[in-house]
């Protein structure tokens, strides 16, 4: 099993930036890829950004640009620059580990998730 514990959410300004940290614990080698995802009240989970063990991101078109996924001491960072107002939601980071090669954009690929951060941009 995969744990996941996300750090760094919080209120910014439009134009501003946030990073988001994912820490994964527990059997981090059966990892695949780690996904963004975001949610607001009434709303499906979106999608935002991927990250391959190994280092390879993919983006959704709304954030492509604006966010850069990356390694950092062994975490799994969502750099947000040029924040928008309807960037604003609950972000989670995800684990697959039932897959291998390229990650997948839909939520039921990853089988792990975080408990959630709260980005609110006004």
């Known amino acids: 099993h995969v744990q996941l514990v996300e750090s760094g959410g919080g209120s910014v300004q439009a134009g501003g930036s946030l990073r988001l940290s994912c820490a994964a614990s527990?059997?981090?080698?059966?990892?695949?890829?780690i996904g963004w995802f975001r949610q607001v009240p009434g709303r499906d989970r979106e999608w935002v950004s991927s990250?391959?063990?190994?280092?390879g991101t993919e983006y959704a078109n709304s954030v492509k640009g604006r966010s850069f996924a990356s390694r950092q001491s062994g975490k799994r960072t969502l750099q947000m620059t040029n924040l928008r107002s309807d960037d604003t939601a609950i972000y989670y980071c995800?684990?697959?580990?039932?897959?291998?090669?390229?990650?997948?954009?839909?939520?039921?690929?990853?089988?792990?998730w975080g408990q959630g951060t709260q980005v609110t941009v006004s």
């Open positions: 995800a684990a697959d580990t039932r897959h291998r090669g390229n990650c997948y954009e839909g939520a039921d690929n990853y089988d792990a």
């Open positions: 527990g059997n981090t080698d059966s990892v695949n890829c």
């Open positions: 990250i391959t063990w190994e280092g």
